[in-house]
């Protein structure tokens, strides 16, 4: 057991992290046969939008550079023929991947190929190390880059790292750690490849959206679900892990066709924007503000968001308070579910999320 007898390595450069909504400026290709280099290719990309000046000062691409590249709809059928068969290896290579299969779905061809992530490659071959990325990878392997943040630089990086590991591991080692890392992840069903990888490892918050593409101007967006998180990429994963079968994250999973994200200073910069956030959206998925201040399970019928504070069930259960109108529309209904006696609600009126009055906006503000 040992590496695929052919691979790819690749990288591509583009004008930001979205696989959707950015697009590619640069492609580098080696292509690898029985550990043998047979073809090198590169090219830049003309986006057909312009490049940020952020990601022209990290890539060194510029508008001017690309103006008179190729499109990638001509670049193509060059692209295809190079991964044909082949392993498809980058550095987070999901990343990488989600921007071809874009690529290709944007001209109406489909693409697809086995992908070996050269991090989780890193990972399971040198577990006593904390850094993957390839940065901490160059340094320690000292590795030689000869442009960094430029796709063939980035992609003689990675042949040089798989070549010195397949020096100092075994066969057997080698093949056990990428079986491990050609693993795919586990995924919502309707989002786009490449999209959980963009999503960058820092605080902030994050939405949920059923709907793939946002609303004209003037038209309301309300999430599915909003919450924040100290490393957004890790907690939006955990909603899609391939454990998760049951509950709240499993109709997530099968709902939502949009994430969104607000990256923030840290976490008291994330918790402060998400009762904002709260105020202003009211997303369904936010549970009934008395839960804040209940650690016992409650009656709500949503998850909590606040999650150090909050504790809603994931098992709603109806009450019927006697003589007590529903918070939200006043009427005394003969089913309600609550979160505690003082805030009862109707089922209709909780499910249509009028229960957020102002009186629980202010209630959720002091508590959090």
Partial sequence: MSLPRRLAFIDVESTGAHPVRDRITEIAILRVEDGVLVERWESLVDPGIPIPPLIQQVTGITDDMVAGAPGFEALADRVQTLLADCVFVAH????????????????????????????????ALFPEHHRHGLDALIERHGLHCGARHRAMGDTEALWQFVQMAQAQFAPDVIGRAAERAMKAPARAPGLPEGLLEAIPDVPGLYLFHAEPEAPPPGRSDRPLFAARAVSLRARVKEHFAASVRKGRDAELREQVRRVEWIETAGELDAILREAELVKRLRPPSIACPKALTRPSRCGCWTTAVVRRSMNACRSPVPIRPAGRACTACSATAARRRTCCASWPCCIACVRAGSVWSQAPLAHARRST
């Fill in 92 to 123: 987070n290579a999901r990343f990488d991947f989600g921007f071809i299969k874009n690529a290709f779905e944007r001209i109406g061809r489909a693409f697809d190929a086995r992908v070996l992530c050269t991090v989780k490659l890193s990972r």
